[in-house]
């Protein structure tokens, strides 16, 4: 059974998702939890389904973290990347540089990653947003674009509770107009629920029109398309329904656009993989937050852990 929009469906939300979140917001100022530049961030949230804080990672930290991106060849077997050349969902890395594969999170084994997917300004957003601590969980690092189709994120990154999801799009360089920039369309957030055959909001693969569909729901809408021209430092927040994709290219193959996509829930909710008792592994981030993977087994008690295959998770 194909999948399609689901006017009929109500499913759990996060505050800022809900009809009435300017009560919400207004409950916030007025307890004094947040502050009135808070206040204007977390507006545009709720009603753009995106935001953008221009330039917050501090240029040096950015530095430092694609300097330990293109030194990953040096710890050859402890990351985990795509795998476009053979065709198959994920490899580690080898012993040389390759600036053309994504690279999963990064936080496990990077303390510059982390410190830049769990900024104060990305964490304190998030809090509010989740009125919980974020906990990471789903990481890449783009040095070239993907060429993503047009979808919402919880069509591939499944929680529990699937619209409790946000995501971040880190500028780690200028990002140059036609190098594959991030695309989407404002407000798409506030579509009808997109239902799969499978009676879930996450793919069944069994849906060939899925991306057009995305596409002509926010064109009949008439939603305006962005481009996101993004400086580096600066960081794009979606919220888990906002139509969007790889824009297609017009530079040269194999130009680099790198920036580091980190999804993020609350605490208290669980990515797929949570489903097995065994495998809740959280790290903790000081007093802020938290990192899961599907590919690391965490806590991370050395200095360097390795991707470790499904069925030797915690043996
Ligand atoms: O960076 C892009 O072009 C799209 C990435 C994306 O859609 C994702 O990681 O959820
Ligand atoms: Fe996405």
Known sequence: MPGSFRPDVTLPALWTDRPEWLTHLRALGATGHINQAEADQLAHFAQHGWLVMPQVIEPQLIDAFVADVHSLHQHPGYFATTDFRGGRQQKLNGNQPDVLESIYDLYVNLQTSRQVCMHPSITRFLSLVFQAKPLAFQQLLFQVTNGHQW????????????????????????????????????????????????????????????????????????????????????VFFWAADLVHRSHPMSLPQGTPRLSCVTHYCPATSMPHWFSEPDKRGIEPYWDVGGFASSFYKLPNLSAMVRPVPRWEFYN
């Open 151 to 234: 979808h919402q994120d919880p069509a591939y990154v499944v929680v529990d509770t699937p619209t409790f999801l946000a995501a971040t799009w880190i500028a780690l360089q200028d990002i140059q107009e036609g190098s594959g920039e991030l695309a989407y369309y404002d407000q798409s957030h506030r579509l009808p629920h997109y239902i799969f055959g499978n009676g879930t909001k996450h793919s069944d693969g069994d849906t060939p029109n899925y991306s057009r569909e995305m596409e002509e729901a926010c064109q009949l809408r008439q939603l305006a398309h962005h481009r996101l021209l993004a400086k580096k430092g600066d």
